[in-house]
């Protein structure tokens, strides 16, 4: 059952960090990262609920309440997942000051606290995931295996 603590509790850990930086993230690509962090989070709750549902179906013990902890926790990731998507999606449609950091309107041409000139914010700039400490599990693509045909 040691294991099957551990689990939980480390999904307790990690949301709480994740609820942490969550809070003052200003950035754009910093919410992004956040994002792929919750993703992958949630991905591995997912297979720890179906690891302890294996468990304990092998060694008839009850995980009942471990599997709930694991769903509420997966949930509440859901609901950061939610959150950061909502701050990406806000913060698209504003322009932050270079000058002074203040969010404006993308519409603004001028900050409306420092008055410096706006630049154009940078359209749609790709996903850039630098520094992701996330192991992803890619699928290998699969190799061309096209055989040249004879006629
Ligand atoms: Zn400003």
């Keep these: 059952m040691g294991l099957l603590e551990d689990v939980v509790v480390n999904a307790k850990s990690a949301v709480n960090v994740v609820g942490k930086t969550a809070g003052k993230i200003v950035d754009i690509s910093k919410l992004r990262i956040s994002a792929g962090e919750l993703n992958s989070e949630i991905s591995k709750r997912y297979e720890s609920l179906g690891r302890m549902v294996y468990d304990a179906q092998k060694t008839d013990n009850d995980a009942t309440d471990l599997i709930k902890e694991c769903v509420a ?79």
Aim: net charge negative; glycine share 4%.
């Design 73 to 151: 926790a997966i949930d509440d990731l859901y609901e950061q997942l939610d959150a950061v998507n909502e701050q990406i999606s806000a913060m698209r449609n504003r322009t932050i000051c270079k000058g002074c950091g203040a969010e404006n309107p993308q519409s603004a041409n001028y900050c409306s606290k420092c008055g410096k000139k706006l630049e154009e914010p940078a359209p749609e700039e790709p996903e850039v995931y630098d520094a992701v400490p996330v192991q992803e599990q890619e699928p290998q693509p699969e190799a061309e295996t096209e055989e040249p045909k004879d006629e």
